[in-house]
């Protein structure tokens, strides 16, 4: 298997030489270059196999580079007991035909580590055939830095640079990051805002004479490494969703899935998975107030907003108005055809936006995508009615996502919600909602009370270039 870029410019490559990139040399965005099919037969064959295995199996349609049995290892690895809970992935069944997908039994309660604990696996392998080394930089405002650094601590050979916001965290994703004592993990708080972190890193990496002095990289989400880990948990959905039908039911057998959306990674695997075969029906996207994409799915029209136009709202790792991984759905839209995908982006700079209105149609009736959005007191209210009917709590996040399902659920067809983080992130709310006061999970009991460990800067570029020529 190779990959190649959405806009036609870059030499095919394979999966270990494209697990860091997400971003390919021509500015488009690495896909592959054909998407591998998968028989109902073959996804039967897997039924009995633990996450680990299964993650193997569809990884190495991917990863063709990497022997099986080397890809196992890191699989096994990545999704041991120790770093995730209850089996990896357990599904639940809520009420009303929603089921939820339990994606956050990871060390920092959140979906990322799912794909995040693959690439350190991965990552360190490639690295230590190459002799190579690393040296991952990057801005967060809470949980993407989180799942990266516990997926990285104690690799070899990389080096972590983690830029978050003086004082805008909580003090649980604060004391997430800055309790690790990991020699190769350095946080950094800047004074200022999310923004003034990201623009420090897209300022170093768009130097690319320190970029490549340094081995500078980054593990954003348009990642593919990160896109093709997140593929197996849809596979496990309809696997564990049609456990104990017979053989006559297994054939018609369909789930729909709805996905809390932001940067569009998430439910791109989703529709990279429909795509190899998955019996999948509808892919039904959740966004909070922030829907530029629940309004592309509805109209066809794609306009990404400013940080002006961008609200902070109680489901903050959905707050975005610019989703990268949009240009991989709209390039397969396009016919896989570089050149129609170039133009659009081209008139994307020009206008601000593209009309896609001509082929609505088929963004459901072929690629099975639905869309809604909700709002604060809808998630108030979602998190309040799914704990008083079944007593499970949910997280904001979710709640976006169970808000939108209950639109779209259809009877006969299991609605899969996938669960994106856990409500001990995210007390408050919970408390607005139902009126309980949601301790921390066992494990991490203590936590806050660890000292912590974090280098602060003022914002300026050329501190931060010492900084890292000094630690690396
Ligand atoms: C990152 C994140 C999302 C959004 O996922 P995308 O892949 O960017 O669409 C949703 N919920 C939570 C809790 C997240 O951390």
């Not at 806009?7 to 997400?22: C, K, N, Q, T, V």
């Not at 089996?87 to 309660?109: A, Q």
């Not at 170039?342 to 609505?360: F, H, P, T, V």
């Not at 501190?463 to 630690?471: G, K, Q, T």
């Amino acid at each position: 298997m190779e990959f190649i870029s959405t806009r036609g410019g870059m030499e095919p490559a394979p999966y270990s030489a494209i697990l860091l990139e997400g971003l390919a040399t021509d500015g488009g965005l690495v896909v592959p270059e054909t998407i591998p099919q998968i028989s109902r037969d073959r996804i039967e064959s897997w039924r009995g196999l633990d996450y680990p295995a299964l993650a193997t199996e569809i990884l190495s349609y991917f990863a063709t580079d990497i022997p099986g049995k080397d890809l196992a290892t890191m699989c096994e690895r990545a999704y041991s007991s120790e770093n995730f809970s209850e089996g990896v992935i357990p599904l639940t069944e809520l009420s009303d035909g929603i089921s939820l997908l339990g994606l956050s039994e990871g060390p920092t309660l959140a979906f990322k580590d799912i794909a995040m604990q693959f690439l350190g696996q991965s990552l360190e392998y490639v690295l230590a055939k190459t002799g190579r080394t690393l040296n991952i930089i990057g801005a967060t405002s809470g949980d993407t830095g989180s799942a990266a650094e516990y997926a990285l601590r104690g690799k070899y050979g990389i080096n972590v640079f983690m830029l978050s916001p003086q004082g805008r965290m909580s003090d649980f994703q604060r004391a997430q990051m800055y309790s690790l004592t990991d020699e190769n993990i350095h946080n950094i708080a800047v004074a200022g805002v999310f923004d003034d972190c990201q623009n420090l890193v897209k300022a170093l990496s768009g130097d690319l004479e320190f970029k490549r002095e340094h081995s500078l990289g980054t593990v954003n989400s348009i990642n593919l490494g990160r896109i093709s880990a997140q593929l197996v948990y849809y596979f496990w959905a309809w696997l564990r969703a049609s456990d104990g039908l017979d053989a006559e039911a297994l054939e018609t057998f369909k789930i729909s899935v709805t996905v809390p959306s932001g940067n569009f990674g998430n439910i791109l695997s989703g529709h990279l998975a429909r795509e190899m075969g998955l019996p999948i029906r509808r892919l039904v996207l959740a966004a909070n107030e922030n829907n530029v994409l629940d309004e592309f799915f509805r109209t066809g029209i794609y306009a990404p907003r400013g940080a002006a136009d961008t609200h902070a709202t109680s489901s903050p790792s959905m707050d975005i108005s610019k989703a990268s991984n949009l240009e991989r759905f709209v390039f397969d839209l396009l016919g896989r055809d570089p050149e129609r995908l170039a133009a659009a982006w081209r008139e994307l700079d020009e206008n601000g936006k593209i009309d896609l209105s001509a082929e609505l149609p088929r963004f459901k009736s072929e690629f099975g995508f639905q869309s809604g959005t909700s709002t604060h007191q809808d998630r108030v209210e979602t998190i309040r009615s799914v704990h008083a009917a079944t007593g499970v709590i949910i997280d904001p996040h979710t709640a976006d996502g169970v808000k939108v399902a209950r639109e779209h659920v259809e009877p006969g067809v299991p609605m899969i919600v996938l669960e994106t983080a856990k409500p001990a992130k995210f007390p408050e709310i919970v408390f607005e909602a139902t009126g309980e006061r949601i301790g921390m999970p066992e494990r991490l009991a203590g936590l806050l009370d660890l000292p912590q460990h974090v280098t602060e800067m003022s914002g300026d570029e050329q501190e931060l270039r010492s900084y890292i020529r000094d630690n690396v």
